[in-house]
């Protein structure tokens, strides 16, 4: 089940995070489509009840082919128009928020289907104006009313559609939308790699005897494994397997990335097992050209890190959507905080450890959503109160204070922040009982 869910969830995110699967398919449904009406035409064109006859498109060959021909070179100019704001609106990211952000706005959905939509219509309409012929000697004239009709209901959808995607793009490219659709995302996430019901941290045995490293044999970021390929593995060699590298970590080819050992009572691997066991775990590793949300906690709180220290640099100088920012990264480290967090260890049926897999400890998250901010943002007292605060949601939402002693270490490098930069006493005064009343405990 574990690999199913995973198996799934790495091809949902490559097929939503493309622009071109659900247009694709939609070109070739039209085509099929644009054979099979005409012919459908052909079958039922002198049967038809008057009333849906009226309906129907009432024109010659000629005027059909006046029709089909507008709306094919209008929906290709239409269709160039929306690729063409999309590739904007993916420059604007880039450059006002962040290049991380790219994935966000590549797997919207509406925009799929408006591009679907626009291909659809125009395949369609081209391909129906193939069946439209005059009449000559050797055959009568043919108009494909019923075609020519969907043609023209389906060149209304699509104005309709230019409209709709207008309005979404002016909704899509505000920094808010893009905040809310990373935070549901790497809420979602968290819930698969840090579920609720996971079990307390376990202890993390110490590197055996006869330890060994496995390197990586390919180039590229680590974007999941499958858990019960290594499990297997580990047991045919009868050894332990430690991934050292987290999810989004950079792999490079003849680095280490792991390490295996054997049980005891044995003190080494053979050189047979150990190149099985090399090759095992480099298959069971996935590596992409860039990081993906389906097993990368710390990518979400890195792309929502990434747009707070763009707007507090001086070329673009927005603390609002700074703060704006770290609200988010308080929702999701709030969701964290009573948690288990850090490496994943994996046991046999007998409970003895197979497998260790490196995850993010939540001090390590905590710093990835602070760092930046503090650093660049800190000059401002609208960020340096708003990161009080974050801490502060955090204490309440630490019900078993099994994080106090990190938060209370991010507090203090908030007021050394605080004590290099210049405020008015009334806001140094102010900032300070902030954090007095984290460091206190006070909710």
């Known amino acids: 089940m574990i690999m199913i869910d995973r198996r799934a969830a790495q091809v949902t995110d490559a097929v939503r995070t493309q622009l071109w699967p659900l247009p694709a398919v939609a070109v070739v449904v039209a085509v099929v489509l644009g054979i099979a009406l005409p012919t459908l035409d052909a079958a039922v064109d002198d049967r038809l009840p008057q009333g849906v006859a009226a309906l129907l498109f009432g024109g010659g060959p000629e005027a059909a082919r006046a029709v089909l021909q507008a709306i094919a070179g209008s929906l290709i100019t239409v269709t160039s128009l929306t690729f063409s704001l999309t590739v ?114 376990q202890p993390v045995p110490a590197t055996g005897a006869g330890s060994m490293n496995i390197r990586r044999s390919r180039s590229g970021f680590l974007t999941g494994w499958n858990k019960n390929a290594l499990l297997r593995a580990a047991r045919e060699a009868g050894a332990v397997i430690r991934i050292d590298r987290e999810p989004g970590s950079s792999l490079v080819e003849g680095v280490p990335f792991a390490t295996a050992w054997p049980l005891p009572p044995a003190t080494a691997l053979s050189p047979e097992t150990a190149e099985q066991l090399t090759e095992q775990i480099n298959a069971a590793v996935d590596t992409g050209f860039e990081r993906t949300n389906v097993q990368d906690v710390g990518f979400g709180f890195r792309q929502l890190s990434d747009v707070a220290a763009r707007a507090l640099s001086p070329g673009i100088n927005d603390p609002t959507t700074a703060v704006h920012v770290i609200g988010h990264l308080s929702d999701l480290l709030c969701r964290l905080a009573n948690r288990t967090t850090g490496p994943e260890v994996i046991t046999d049926d007998s409970g003895e450890v197979r497998v260790i897999l490196a995850q993010p400890r939540f001090e390590d998250l905590l710093d990835l959503a602070l760092a930046q901010s503090r650093q660049y943002g800190a000059g401002d007292p609208a960020v340096a109160e708003r990161l009080l605060v974050l801490l502060r949601e955090l204490s309440s ?47």
């Not at 055959?139 to 559609?161: D, N, W």
């Not at 991010?410 to 954090?435: C, F, G, P």
């Open 88 to 201: 904007v609106t993916l420059q604007l990211a880039s450059s006002q928020f962040s290049p991380r952000l790219l994935r966000t706005f590549s797997s919207d959905r509406f925009v799929h289907a408006t591009l679907a939509l626009f291909l659809a219509t125009f395949a369609f309409a081209l391909t129906v104006l193939r069946s439209v012929r005059t009449e000559t000697s050797q055959s009568p004239a043919f108009v494909p009313e019923i075609s020519v009709t969907v043609a023209y209901a389906l060149t209304i959808a699509s104005i309709m559609g230019l409209v709709l995607f207008l309005a979404h793009l002016t909704r899509e490219i505000r920094v808010e939308t893009m905040m809310r659709k990373v935070n549901a995302e790497t809420r979602a996430t968290m819930d698969r790699v840090f579920p609720a019901h996971r079990p307390s941290r």
């Open 397 to 443: 939402r630490d019900e078993h204070a099994q994080n106090r002693s990190r938060i209370l270490a991010q507090v203090d490098q908030t007021r050394e922040t605080i004590a290099a930069n210049a405020y008015t006493s009334v806001e140094r005064r102010h900032l300070l009982a902030l954090a007095d009343a984290v460091g206190s405990g006070a909710a």
